[in-house]
Antibody, heavy 120, light 109 residues
Framework: EVQLVESGGGLVQPGRSLKLSCAAS????????MAWVRQAPKKGLEWVAT????????YYPDSVKGRFTISRDNAKSSLYLQMNSLKSEDTATYYC?????????????WGQGTLVTVSS | DIVLTQSPALAVSLGQRATISCKTN??????????MHWYQQKPGQQPKLLIY???NLASGIPARFSGRGSGTDFTLTIDPVEADDTATYYC????????FGAGTKLELK
């Protein structure tokens, strides 16, 4: 059974940093592209980042490019999201998601999410 | 950027057909595939993949759900609608990075 468990969320002040983690199990982690998708309270879904199987290629929307960094440790079956210079509009539930074995397809599995609140 | 437009809400009766539309401002077809996908999200839960590549049913999803379309016009159909289908439905394109529609909230009459 595919499982994705996020952690690391919490309350953080504007301008500060936070690092999210996602522990994956139930599949061969190194074979899949992985992603982060977020959802602000009562709002829709917004894709945040995608990383290739080896970690050599990363993709971001303009809204987070230069502030967020996605990374992975295939030996630990773990995905990370380093978020810097956080803004109030980054407040959201952040979901870890498994894509496919090809670049930028669909999100086949999702974790339960971790809430990040950016506020002073 | 590819923009996806969905109607905000839809109300249908139990046992009837629900048709949810998603229109894009650019063609999302590429080499014979339409890079359009659909998700269901119930309150307090993570999204769940329903349909990928416009018309392929994801694993474990009942055949009451179906998708069709190509180019810039896509639909998700639920027939017949059951009480458990009340949720918000999102379309998502992956022809050029990823973008989601704003979601369509399905309610029962």
């Amino acid at each position: 059974e595919v499982q994705l468990v996020e952690s690391g969320g919490g309350l953080v002040q504007p301008g500060r940093s936070l690092k999210l983690s996602c522990a994956a199990s139930g599949f061969t982690f190194s074979n899949y592209y992985m992603a982060w998708v977020r959802q602000a309270p009562k709002k829709g879904l917004e894709w945040v980042a995608t990383i290739s199987t080896s970690g050599s290629r990363t993709y971001y929307p303009d809204s987070v490019k230069g502030r967020f960094t996605i990374s992975r440790d295939n030996a630990k079956s773990s995905l990370y999201l380093q978020m810097n210079s956080l803004k109030s509009e980054d407040t959201a539930t952040y979901y870890c998601a498994r894509e496919t074995t090809r670049p930028l397809d669909w999100f086949a599995y999702w974790g339960q999410g971790t809430l990040v609140t950016v506020s002073s | 950027d590819i923009v996806l437009t969905q109607s905000p809400a839809l109300a249908v009766s139990l046992g009837q057909r629900a048709t949810i539309s998603c229109k894009t401002n650019q063609n999302v077809d590429y080499y014979g595939n339409s890079y359009m996908h659909w998700y269901q999200q119930k309150p307090g839960q993570q999204p769940k993949l329903l349909i990928y590549l416009a018309s392929n049913l994801a694993s474990g999803i009942p055949a009451r759900f179906s998708g069709r379309g190509s180019g810039t016009d896509f639909t998700l159909t639920i027939d017949p609608v059951e009480a458990d289908d009340t949720a918000t439905y999102y379309c998502q394109q992956s022809r050029n990075l990823h973008t989601f529609g704003a979601g369509t909230k399905l309610e029962l009459k």
